[in-house]
């Protein structure tokens, strides 16, 4: 089993209060809870973003079946409600493009 660094950061609705963002020791990507309440859809794109990352945002509605871009952004800021008790959020990751070529990522919120 591969052990699991912590990093401590701080939640950026709490002010002082500090929480734990789990991390890959051998890439560094954030791992996010295993099960904190989300519906299945939302569950699935988590999943996809936490593991595959970045993910195109055109790829992403097409293997969630989400309605559309706007509805995938709304459901994407629903979703980093719930990470940001965790250190982490889905941001986009453009790469310099605007559009539908930009993609999604899990980060992990930086300390202050």
Not at 21 to 43: A, N
Not at 75 to 80: E, F, L, R
Request: proline share 5%.
């Amino acid at each position: 089993m591969v052990s699991l660094d912590t990093v401590r950061v701080r939640e950026s609705n709490a002010g002082a209060e500090m929480k734990q963002c789990r991390c890959c020791p051998t890439c560094g990507r954030p791992i996010p809870p295993e099960d904190f309440g989300l519906s299945p859809s939302r569950q699935r794109i988590l999943d996809i973003v936490s593991r595959e990352g970045p993910v195109e945002t055109l790829v992403l509605v097409e293997r969630t079946g989400v309605s559309g871009v706007e509805s995938l952004r709304v459901i994407v800021s629903q979703i980093n409600k719930k990470l940001a008790a965790h250190g982490m959020r889905i941001c986009g990751s453009s790469n310099g493009r605007r559009g539908y070529g930009s993609g999604y990522r899990l980060v992990k919120e930086a300390a202050e």
